[in-house]
């Protein structure tokens, strides 16, 4: 009994192990003009990266605070809740970030190199909808 047991797990591990042996020479031999479905998915949740460059939470912060907070009159942290994540995210990718900014605080001389950093720090801060 207990050998037919061992014998059926070897066989399902060497099943398991050499069906994703094949998934890999498979992924490797693949044309590389084809995309899968996945990667379909991939690029639809994710927005346009010339629009939203990848930024630093930590470097927008320390940014906010010093070349906004002052105009802005308010907290990185109350900015960031004025709209949700998803808000932010629409705004960003719409290419009207800088102007949303300006709308919040108009005395700001916002520049557009500023946008990955500071928009990280409003995305983390902001509240998700629920």
Not at 22 to 38: A, I, L
């Amino acid at each position: 009994m207990i050998r037919n047991i061992i014998l059926l797990t070897i066989l399902t591990l060497s099943l398991f192990l050499i069906s994703g042996c094949e998934k890999k020479d498979e992924v490797k031999t693949k044309d590389t003009n084809q995309t899968t479905q996945n990667e379909i998915d991939i690029k639809e949740d994710t927005p346009d990266p010339t629009l939203i460059e990848k930024g630093a939470v930590t470097g927008g912060a320390a940014l906010y605070q010093k070349e906004m907070q002052k105009a802005c009159n308010m907290s990185g942290y109350s900015l960031a809740r004025k709209m949700s994540k998803e808000e932010w995210k629409v705004v960003a990718e719409n290419g009207k970030f800088a102007a949303t900014i300006k709308k919040f605080c108009p005395d700001i001389e916002f520049e557009n190199n500023w946008t990955p950093d500071i928009y990280e720090y409003l995305q983390k801060n902001a509240l998700s909808k629920s």
